[in-house]
C-alpha cells in the first residue's frame, strides 16, 4: 500500500467515526421547498468515480459523496433549510446488482434491497455524514463492463414534518486507483494499441492525450480536482467540472512524472 492510499484511508477512517461540519464539495446537500418536501441537491447527472479498495471488502468503495444538511436558504431556487428536530432516512427504490451502500455509523452494515432504509440525522443539527458507497465485483449477480452503476432512493422525514423528497438516481463507475495521476496513456494517436492504457511512464504522449480529454470535455479523464492549491479542500478530488485548475493540477504533476 502506498502512501496515498495509507493516507487517505487513515482520512476515511477519521471522516466515518468523526465527520466535520465543514461544507464539503461533493456533498448531497438535503433542503426542503416551500410545500415543505425534502429536496437534495446535487449533480445526479454526472457518473461518479469509486476508486479505493478497503480490505476486507472486494471491489471498489468512495465516501466522499456525503449527505448534507443544507448551510443556507436559497430562494431563488425554492430551496431552504430544513426545520429542525426531523429524523431523515434514505429509503432505497433500487440499486443495480452489487452496488451498494454501507452505513458511516457501521461499514459492515450494508443497504441495497428495496424498502430497506438508511438513518442519516436529524435535522438544525448541521449534520454532514459520509457514507460508503460500495461496488462489490465478486456479487454473484454483478454485471461486469457496464457504463454506470445505479442506485436509486428518496429522503424520507421519519417526524412527518416534511414530505418524501423525489427519486434521486445516484450514477458510479469503478475507477482503479492509478498511483501516477498524469499517466493516461502508451500513445496519443487515436486508435493505437495502448491509447487511453496508462503504461507507467509520463512523457509527451500523456500531455498532448490530456489536452485532447480536456479540449473535447471529457469529464471522466480532464476532471481531476476542484481546485489546484495543494493542501486546500477539494485538492485532488474531482468535481464534476472541467475547469483551469484540472489543467494546472495535472500540469504539477507531469512535471513530477511517476
Known amino acids: 500500500m ?4 495509507t493516507a487517505l484511508c487513515l482520512l476515511a477512517g477519521a471522516v466515518w467515526l468523526a465527520p466535520t461540519a465543514a461544507a464539503h464539495p461533493l456533498g448531497q446537500y438535503i433542503y426542503r421547498n416551500s410545500q415543505d418536501e425534502l429536496v437534495a441537491l446535487f449533480n445526479y447527472d454526472f457518473y461518479w468515480p469509486l476508486q479505493w479498495v478497503y ?5 471498489y468503495m468512495h465516501y466522499d459523496y456525503p449527505f448534507e444538511e443544507a448551510p443556507a436558504d436559497r430562494p431563488f431556487q425554492d430551496l431552504y433549510k430544513p426545520h429542525p428536530g426531523s429524523k431523515i432516512e434514505l429509503v432505497i427504490v433500487e440499486f443495480d446488482p452489487g452496488f451498494y451502500i454501507r452505513n458511516p455509523r457501521d461499514i459492515f452494515d450494508a443497504y441495497r434491497e428495496p424498502g430497506q432504509r438508511l438513518t442519516i440525522d436529524t435535522t438544525g443539527t448541521g449534520f454532514l455524514v459520509f457514507p460508503f458507497w460500495h461496488l462489490d465485483t465478486s456479487d454473484p449477480a454483478y454485471i461486469p463492463g457496464q457504463e454506470a452503476y445505479q442506485g436509486s432512493y428518496y429522503f ?6 416534511h414530505g418524501d423528497s423525489p427519486v434521486y438516481t445516484f450514477s458510479v463507475y469503478p475507477e482503479p486507483f492509478n498511483p501516477c495521476p498524469p499517466d493516461f496513456t502508451a500513445t496519443a494517436v487515436v486508435g493505437q494499441p495502448g491509447y ?6 509520463v512523457n509527451s504522449d500523456d500531455f498532448f492525450y490530456y489536452l485532447q480529454q480536456f479540449t473535447a470535455g471529457n469529464q471522466w479523464v480532464a476532471d481531476m480536482t476542484e481546485n489546484a492549491v495543494p493542501g486546500a479542500p477539494g485538492y485532488g478530488v474531482p468535481d464534476g467540472l472541467i475547469t483551469n485548475d484540472d489543467f494546472f493540477f495535472f500540469l504539477s504533476h507531469y512535471a513530477l512524472g511517476c
Open 156 to 161: 424520507h422525514d421519519v417526524n412527518g414534518v
Open 2 to 5: 502506498n502512501a496515498k492510499t
Open 196 to 201: 487511453g492504457t496508462p503504461d507507467g511512464i
Open 55 to 59: 480490505p476486507p471488502f472486494p471491489g
